[in-house]
């Protein structure tokens, strides 16, 4: 299964009130990235464009090789699956969000994370993204998400190698 770094910046917590602004993502090999850092702009494309791409990129099914590494996944995931609905990108059984939960594999590194140095979710931090978003400072707030995938990759680095051959759904990471 390919791993991916993924993160998603949003202008508030809820996905009924609140609009997705970015979505990133990079492949990983072995913790370390390879290929394009990827970054989905609301501004460019529009918030249903963004959402479609992820989709399309089979983030939301179970048996896809798309296997997510980040900090806050379970709610990043949620918030795009909402999107999803909402848009009529894609609908969702209850059994197909179930099989989802159970068996697609994630590698949330929320706990991992003791430092406190990779999570994204603090209000401070999503007012620094809402502040350079509305102020239409785009650039800035595209070397932010880099800055902070940067800032993820050594624990992503150091849990890759404890946690070895990803063997089972929902892997957290605990230090």
């Given amino acids: 299964m390919t791993e991916w770094y993924l993160d998603i910046e949003t202008d508030g917590p809820d996905p009924r009130t609140n609009r997705i602004l970015t979505i990133q993502y990079q492949r990983l090999v072995r913790g370390e990235p390879e290929g394009v850092f990827?970054?989905?702009?609301?501004?460019?494309?529009?918030?249903?464009?963004?959402?479609?791409?992820?989709?399309?990129?089979?983030?939301?099914?179970?048996?896809?090789?798309?296997v997510p590494v980040g900090t806050g996944l379970k709610d990043h995931i949620a918030f795009i699956i909402e999107k999803a609905e909402r848009y009529g990108v894609k609908e969702f059984s209850i059994e197909e969000l179930q099989r989802y939960w159970v068996q697609k594999p994630i590698i949330d590194l929320a706990l991992a994370d003791s430092g406190g140095g990779v999570s994204s979710g603090s209000a401070a931090r999503r007012e620094q993204v809402?502040?350079?978003?509305?102020?239409?400072?785009?650039?800035?707030?595209?070397?932010?998400?880099?800055?902070?995938?940067?800032e993820a990759l050594p624990l992503i680095r150091e849990t890759t190698h404890s946690r070895g051959v990803l063997s089972?759904?929902?892997?957290?990471?605990?230090?």
């Avoid at 785009?138 to 880099?146: A, G, N, Q, R």
């Fill in 130 to 150: 809402v502040k350079l978003y509305r102020e239409g400072r785009y650039d800035d707030l595209i070397d932010l998400v880099t800055r902070e995938k940067e």
């Fill in 38 to 66: 990827q970054v989905l702009a609301e501004w460019e494309w529009g918030e249903k464009q963004i959402v479609r791409t992820i989709v399309e990129r089979r983030l939301l099914e179970p048996t896809s090789e798309f």
């Fill in 168 to 175: 089972r759904p929902d892997w957290t990471v605990a230090p």
